[in-house]
C-alpha cells in the first residue's frame, strides 16, 4: 500500500524533522470502514516496517497520531 509504504514514513519523517508543524491533518480515505485509531495502528504497524526512523516512534508518534483520521469513502458509487 502506497500510503503505508512510502507516504506515511515520508510524513512522519517531515514531522520528526520539525518541517511538518501543526496545525495539520492528514486525512486517510478508502473503502474499508476503519476507525480512526484502528486506521492509526495500521499506519504505525507500516511505520514500523518500512520506516526507517523506527526509534522515533516511541518519542513522537502519539502526537503526531493525533492529526491523522481515517474516513470511508467508496468513490465508485453515487451517493445517496
Given at each position: 500500500?502506497?500510503?503505508?509504504?512510502?507516504?506515511?514514513?515520508?510524513?512522519?519523517?517531515?514531522?520528526?524533522?520539525?518541517?511538518l508543524q501543526p496545525p495539520?491533518?492528514?486525512?486517510?480515505?478508502?473503502?474499508?470502514?476503519?476507525?480512526?485509531?484502528?486506521?492509526?495502528?495500521?499506519?504505525?504497524?507500516?511505520?514500523?516496517?518500512?520506516?526507517?526512523?523506527?526509534?522515533?516512534?516511541?518519542?513522537?508518534?502519539?502526537?503526531?497520531?493525533?492529526?491523522?483520521?481515517?474516513?470511508?469513502?467508496?468513490?465508485?458509487?453515487?451517493?445517496?
Open positions: 500500500d502506497l500510503a503505508q509504504r512510502k507516504l506515511l514514513p515520508a510524513l512522519f519523517n517531515l514531522y520528526i524533522d520539525g518541517t495539520f491533518y492528514i486525512a486517510g480515505i478508502g473503502r474499508t470502514p476503519f476507525t480512526h485509531e484502528a486506521y492509526r495502528d495500521v499506519l504505525k504497524k507500516g511505520l514500523e516496517s518500512y520506516g526507517r526512523r523506527k526509534e522515533a516512534l516511541k518519542d513522537h508518534w502519539e502526537t503526531f497520531a493525533q492529526h491523522v483520521e481515517h474516513l470511508a469513502l467508496d468513490a465508485s458509487k453515487d451517493a445517496d
